[in-house]
């Protein structure tokens, strides 16, 4: 079993506070926070403790007086970026978020370039342990519950990994479907704005104000529009065999009180039908094993003059020559190939809309390994960053004392869908959102 730091065992480990009503008194319990917590998690890069006081009028819209963090992989106007400088204005989201009446705390720490190799960053849901890579402090944050939200950004695995580390939500959306302007693009082809915040309720707040978003139906239904169970696939996807048993008997416990409630519930609680090991979901497994390598691959390729010139300019993170060199390895004609299997994946990933409604599998491999041991395997989260379909990291899980994120993945535009599907599963859930699964 994994041990953890005293901090970690306390009673008064740190967690995700939603917004509330009480929007003073969230403001007031945030400057507590920043001067308890904030000393030793080092979540922002830069703040602006001016911004918790001052005055909230309702009238400034649906997000007034709500804090919130920016990864420093994203412009703020007047906060200074990884390099130094500071932006002369707002990333598209940060201007819409303002626009509503929400304020920005900080910058978040992110790894040089939103790839590189760490941050500064503690995990406040156990000490020192990782709270993963480029949204490290935006993960930090909404963990230690000193913001609902943060804007990150993943071209692999940075905001789901992060959500699942620190015992945050986390959302990437389908590929595009929020704006990136202003936010540093490493890989047009993966990179996208992503969420953390500490409730689903702060994720549908939210979405609303950075996307042109339409609720969709509570529940599924047929062609006849007879209500049907929520169809959920379960995969492994390119976990490469890492998930330890103590990690999947604690997944496998949660799939069968899913359903276990679901058969309790009766004809007017949510219908959840779980689906194992069928003929479609085998070849999915079978067709993206290894395929975070494309990934890589892809985003090498495209990442490489930014890196190759940040290199010149004086980076040194070891993590960035790796990628160069890795670019310069994969060429125009690998990046080709890559680009060609991604396209066949999101093929065959889509034909599974056919089968089920949403598949379900673990965020990362397992809980937040030690800082000393890296920021985390990618694996998990990558396959949403390939084919571009949206995905959301639920905080259902709790192994060996840490959080393990539930990864759920919709399909491309139906991101309302997924949300909805979300909530559903989340009403079934037993007990609390990061409910301590008993040991198996």
Same mark, same amino acid.
Request: proline residues 8%; aromatic residues 4%; charged residues 20%.
């Given at each position: 079993?994994?041990?953890?730091?005293?901090?970690?065992?306390?009673?008064t480990v740190?967690e995700?506070?939603p917004?509330?009503?009480?929007r003073?008194?969230?403001?007031?319990?945030?400057?507590?926070?920043?001067a308890a917590?904030?000393r030793w998690?080092h979540?922002f890069?830069?703040l602006?403790?001016?911004?918790?006081r001052?005055g909230i009028d309702?009238a400034? +819209?649906?997000?007034? +007086?709500?804090?919130?963090a920016?990864?420093?992989?994203?412009d703020?106007a007047?906060?200074?970026?990884p390099?130094?400088r500071a932006?002369?204005?707002?990333?598209?989201?940060? %201007?819409?978020l303002?626009? %509503?009446?929400?304020?920005?705390?900080?910058?978040?720490?992110?790894?040089?370039?939103?790839c590189?190799?760490a941050?500064?960053?503690?995990?406040p849901?156990?000490?020192?342990?990782?709270?993963?890579?480029?949204?490290?402090?935006?993960?930090?944050?909404?963990?230690?519950?000193?913001?609902?939200?943060?804007l990150?950004?993943?071209?692999?695995?940075?905001t789901?990994?992060?959500?699942?580390?620190?015992?945050?939500w986390?959302?990437?959306?389908?590929?595009?479907?929020?704006? !990136?302007?202003g936010?540093?693009v490493?890989?047009?082809?993966?990179t996208d704005?992503?969420?953390?915040?500490a409730?689903?309720?702060d994720?549908a707040?939210?979405?609303?104000?950075?996307?042109?978003?339409?609720?969709?139906?509570?529940?599924p239904?047929?062609?006849?529009?007879?209500?049907r169970?929520?169809?959920?696939g !379960?995969?492994?996807?390119?976990?490469g065999?890492?998930p330890r048993?103590?990690?999947?008997?604690?997944?496998?416990?949660?799939?069968?009180e899913?359903?276990t409630?679901?058969a309790?519930?009766?004809?007017?609680?949510?219908?959840?039908?779980?689906v194992?090991n069928?003929?479609?979901?085998l070849?999915?497994?079978?067709?993206?094993?290894?395929s975070?390598?494309?990934?890589?691959?892809?985003?090498?390729a495209?990442?490489g003059?930014?890196?190759?010139a940040?290199?010149?300019?004086?980076e040194?993170?070891?993590?960035l020559h790796?990628?160069?060199e890795?670019a310069?390895?994969v060429?125009?004609?690998g990046?080709?190939?890559a680009?060609?299997?991604?396209?066949?994946?999101?093929?065959?990933?889509?034909?599974?809309?056919?089968h089920v409604d949403?598949?379900?599998?673990l965020?990362t491999?397992?809980?937040a390994p030690?800082q000393?041991?890296g920021?985390?395997?990618?694996?998990?989260?990558?396959? %949403?960053?390939?084919l571009?379909?949206?995905?959301?990291?639920?905080?259902?899980?709790?192994?060996?004392?840490?959080?393990?994120?539930v990864?759920v993945?919709?399909?491309? +535009?139906?991101?309302?869908?997924l949300l %909805?599907a979300?909530?559903?599963?989340a009403?079934?859930?037993p007990?609390?959102?990061?409910?301590?699964?008993?040991?198996p």
């Open positions: 079993m994994r041990r953890l730091s005293a901090r970690a065992r306390t009673s740190p995700p506070r917004w509330t009503a009480d003073r008194d969230h403001l007031d319990e945030t400057a507590r926070l920043l917590v904030e998690v979540a890069s830069h602006d403790p001016a911004s918790l001052a309702p400034q +819209g649906p997000l007034a +007086g709500m804090p919130f920016v990864s420093q992989t994203i703020v007047g906060m200074p970026g390099d130094g932006a002369s204005r707002d990333a598209e989201a940060v %201007a819409r303002r626009a %509503a009446g929400a304020r920005v705390l900080g910058l978040t720490t992110s790894t040089p370039y939103g590189g190799t941050t500064r960053t503690d995990n849901r156990g000490s020192g342990y990782t709270p993963g890579g480029s949204a490290a402090g935006a993960g930090a944050a909404v963990g230690a519950g000193i913001v609902p939200v943060a990150a950004t993943q071209s692999q695995a940075a789901l990994r992060a959500a699942s580390y620190c015992g945050a986390g959302f990437k959306p389908s590929h595009l479907r929020l704006p !990136r302007e936010a540093l490493l890989s047009d082809t993966l704005l992503g969420l953390v915040a409730s689903l309720e994720l707040r939210v979405l609303p104000v950075l996307t042109r978003w339409r609720e969709a139906d509570p529940e239904t047929d062609e006849e529009g007879r209500r169970p929520l169809r959920v !379960r995969v492994m996807l390119d976990d065999a890492l048993p103590r990690t999947l008997a604690h997944f496998d416990t949660l799939l069968h899913l359903g409630r679901t309790q519930a009766g004809p007017t609680g949510p219908a959840i039908e779980v194992e069928t003929t479609e979901l070849a999915l497994d079978r067709a993206v094993r290894h975070t390598r494309v990934c890589l691959d892809i985003l090498a495209q990442s003059p930014q890196l190759t940040a290199l010149a300019a004086g040194s993170d070891p993590r790796e990628l160069v890795r310069a390895v060429g125009p004609s990046l080709v190939e680009l060609d299997q991604r396209r066949a994946l999101t093929r065959a990933y889509a034909a599974l809309a056919d949403v598949l379900i599998t965020s491999t397992n809980p030690e000393r041991e920021t985390g395997c990618r694996r998990m989260p990558t396959t %949403a960053s390939l571009g379909v949206p995905a959301l990291s639920a905080p259902w899980l709790v192994v060996d004392g840490l959080p393990q994120g990864q993945l919709g399909f491309a +535009g139906r991101d309302e869908e %909805a979300v909530r559903l599963l009403a079934a859930v007990g609390p959102s990061t409910r301590r699964a008993s040991p």
